[in-house]
T-cell receptor, first 112, second 113 residues
Framework: SQQGEEDPQALSIQEGENATMNCSYK?????LQWYRQNSGRGLVHLILIRSNEREKHSGRLRVTLDTSKKSSSLLITASRAADTASYFC????????????FGQGTELSVKP | DVKVTQSSRYLVKRTGEKVFLECVQD?????MFWYRQDPGLGLRLIYF???????EKGDIPEGYSVSREKKERFSLILESASTNQTSMYLC????????????FGPGTRLTVL
């Protein structure tokens, strides 16, 4: 079952702008992960944030996690055309039998 | 770097054919997964394997079977392909730690005519 809800479903911005994507989930988690998928390709792991962390950075990526609201956000700063892709959140929950549950994804388009 | 490879990028089969999708990982990962991805439905887990010769059903196992005879290889089998199995199939692997990230292959786009 898909518990991750991502918002927005699609986002179109200009190069240089920041892009923010949100993810909500329903159950208790060990961590939340973000993945990127370029068109027609496999997923690439971007960043993992544990339930006891509130914020994490990796290059131009900033992820926040609010376990009280069961939500996370992914911020891509100074976006580039090469950031055009679909972005998925996935939860690793305590009652998920070791499985990840993926959101529906946000389709990001960065125009040059 | 972890590398997960899938036997085909594109595959076209006929209804009723037996189809094998192969996945190989080179990082000695214990866990392997098969997903299918469809527009509007996201990624759905078909089967996964915690170790050699072990398998667990995912959310949508009907019409599929799997085989894991060697640690590095995880095969997805469509016993009798049907048009509703036309989809993108993604394989992934992970270390034995249950909450770690997964590493994905490039995907196989299967069309069943």
């Amino acid at each position: 079952s898909q518990q991750g809800e991502e918002d927005p479903q699609a986002l179109s911005i200009q190069e240089g702008e920041n892009a923010t994507m949100n993810c909500s989930y329903k159950t208790s988690i060990n961590n939340l992960q973000w993945y990127r998928q370029n068109s027609g390709r496999g997923l690439v792991h971007l960043i993992l944030i544990r339930s006891n962390e509130r914020e994490k950075h990796s290059g131009r990526l900033r992820v926040t996690l609010d376990t009280s609201k069961k939500s996370s956000s992914l911020l891509i700063t100074a976006s580039r055309a090469a950031d055009t892709a679909s972005y998925f959140c996935a939860t690793a929950g305590y009652n998920q039998g070791g499985k990840l549950i993926f959101g529906q994804g946000t389709e990001l388009s960065v125009k040059p | 770097d972890v590398k997960v490879t899938q036997s085909s990028r594109y595959l076209v089969k006929r209804t009723g054919e037996k189809v094998f999708l192969e996945c190989v990982q080179d990082m000695d990962h214990e866990n392997m997964f098969w997903y299918r991805q469809d527009p509007g439905l996201g990624l759905r887990l078909i089967y996964f394997s915690y170790d050699v010769k072990m398998k667990e059903k995912g959310d949508i196992p009907e019409g599929y079977s799997v085989s894991r005879e060697k640690k590095e290889r995880f095969s997805l089998i469509l016993e009798s392909a049907s048009t509703n199995q036309t989809s993108m199939y993604l394989c992934a692997s992970r270390t034995g730690t249950p909450y770690n990230e997964q590493f994905f292959g490039p995907g196989t786009r299967l069309t069943v005519l």
